[in-house]
């Protein structure tokens, strides 16, 4: 069973436009939400991270956007640039739990 | 080392043969993470090690896999009599807290291949 869903599987952005990851989620126990990145023949390096507390989180280009209500929670790229070109993770997992469920991961490609 | 260090890179094996992967932690972390990426999937758990306390096994697939930290610091991952299935990337990742795992560090890790 796939604690966390993960969509598009792939997409293709233009240079400077925004890339939009969606993950949904279904135990409401879950109270971390990271994601990651990982480049090819490197394992995942985390991204940015939220918490249930905010709706909102900003790090320079990189925005989550958490809807509790919805168990939803979406990675904005903006100003896609083609050294973003990666895939990407995400994740969530509970205060007390030894392990991160992750999505199946898309794979983001910026076209120059 | 700066990172978490995984050995080998790649590993390519007959099927039915043992492998073992090892893993240097981030010194200092007391958490370690085994993780199982198969191509196009989600990266899979496996184990947790968290200082001295019993790891969690319970992501391990079958009892073909084992794993053991010695000395709180290095970690190994032992699959026994591997089959074609089991090839995928092994990942390690180790943290300084417990708990959600979140500011999880990982390896590069080790490509295995049964042939």
């Known amino acids: 069973q796939q604690q966390v869903k993960q969509s598009p599987q792939s997409l293709i952005v233009q240079k400077g436009g925004i890339s939009i990851i969606n993950c949904a989620y279904e135990?409401?126990?879950?109270?971390?939400f990271p994601w990651y990145q990982q480049f090819p023949g490197k394992g995942p390096a985390l991204l940015i991270a939220?918490?249930?507390?905010?709706s909102e989180k900003k790090e320079g280009r990189f925005t989550i956007s958490f809807n509790k209500s919805a168990k939803q929670f979406s990675l904005h790229i903006m100003d896609s640039q083609p050294g973003d070109s990666a895939t990407y993770f995400c994740?969530?997992?509970?205060?007390?739990?030894?392990?991160?469920?992750f999505g199946t991961g898309t794979r983001l490609t910026v076209i120059p | 080392g700066a990172g978490v260090s995984q050995s080998p890179s790649n590993k390519v094996t007959e099927k039915g043969k043992d492998v073992e992967l090892r893993c240097d932690p981030i010194?200092?972390?007391?958490?370690l993470y085994w993780y199982r990426q198969s191509l196009g999937q989600g990266l899979e758990f496996l184990i947790y090690?968290?200082?001295?306390?019993?790891?969690?096994k319970s992501g391990l697939p079958s009892d073909r896999f084992s794993a053991e930290r010695t000395g709180g610091s290095v970690s190994t991952l032992t699959i026994q009599r591997t089959q074609q299935e089991d090839s995928a990337v092994y990942l390690c990742?180790?943290?300084?807290?417990?708990?959600?795992?979140?500011?999880?560090?990982f390896g590069q890790g080790t490509r295995l291949t049964v042939v």
């Open positions: 990742a180790s943290s300084l807290a417990s708990g959600t795992g979140g500011s999880a560090f």
């Open positions: 135990n409401t126990a879950f109270d971390y």
């Open positions: 939220i918490r249930p507390d905010v």
């Open positions: 994740a969530a997992s509970k205060t007390g739990a030894n392990n991160l469920f």
């Open positions: 010194s200092g972390h007391t958490a």
């Open positions: 090690f968290q200082g001295n306390s019993a790891p969690d």
